[in-house]
T-cell receptor
């Protein structure tokens, strides 16, 4: 089952903050975050392994709550270049089989 | 530039035909993944190979097949094409293909089935 992301879409002004959530019904080994601009390949942002760690670089950070099978991506002081669709990619083992499933996606638009 | 290359960039074909998409992973990466992204849809994992062997299978149709060759490049074969197969097909590669590995995506092949 596909992880659900919220919100589905968000519009920001430059300098505003945003939070994107990713929820899975399966026990997760890790969560990957990607940003994809229209017609381009997804670009890796960061990976979080189980253990509840939080990571970040520059003005983008993320957390992973293993118990709740949820991850959140935090964008602070957004820039025009942050516009795009954000996907979480989740790794889970189901019935002994490794599965890599992307979330439903969140469209983010930053306005000047 | 991720270092992953995919050819061709664009492919236009007719229903019922067969096509082959090619992917070369980053230097040193042993694992290759294939994804399908339909118009305005999310990414669907199709299949993963590690060092020539199939490692994981996702939502790959029986009409589709893939393989990874000894030089580690991979090919995705799509046959009996239908209109609904029109999509962006991405290849990604990672070092070990294990859980927690970072995947680097190629630029994609846009397939249009008329």
């Amino acid at each position: 089952q596909q992880p659900v992301q919220s919100p589905q879409a968000v519009i920001l002004r430059e300098g505003e903050d945003a939070v994107i959530n990713c929820s899975s019904s399966k026990a997760l080994y890790s969560v990957h975050w990607y940003r994809q601009k229209h017609g381009e390949a997804p670009v890796f942002l960061m990976i979080l392994l189980k253990g509840g760690e939080q990571k970040g670089h520059d003005k983008i950070s993320a957390s992973f709550n293993e118990k709740k099978q949820q991850s959140s991506l935090y964008l602070t002081a957004s820039q025009l270049s942050y516009s795009g669709t954000y996907f979480c990619g989740t790794e889970a083992v189901s019935s002994g089989t490794y599965k890599y499933i992307f979330g439903t996606g969140t469209r983010l638009k930053v306005l000047a | 530039d991720s270092g992953v290359t995919q050819t061709p960039k664009h492919l236009i074909t007719a229903t019922g035909q067969r096509v082959t998409l090619r992917c070369s992973p980053r230097s040193g990466d042993l694992s290759v993944y294939w994804y399908q992204q339909s118009l305005d849809q999310g990414l669907q994992f199709l299949i993963q190979y590690y060092n020539g062997e199939e490692r994981a299978k996702g939502n790959i149709l029986e009409r589709f097949s893939a393989q990874q060759f000894p030089d580690l490049h991979s090919e995705l074969n799509l046959s009996s094409l239908e209109l609904g197969d029109s999509a962006l097909y991405f290849c990604a590669s990672s070092v070990s293909g294990r859980e927690g590995d970072t995947q680097y995506f190629g630029p994609g092949t846009r397939l249009t089935v008329l």
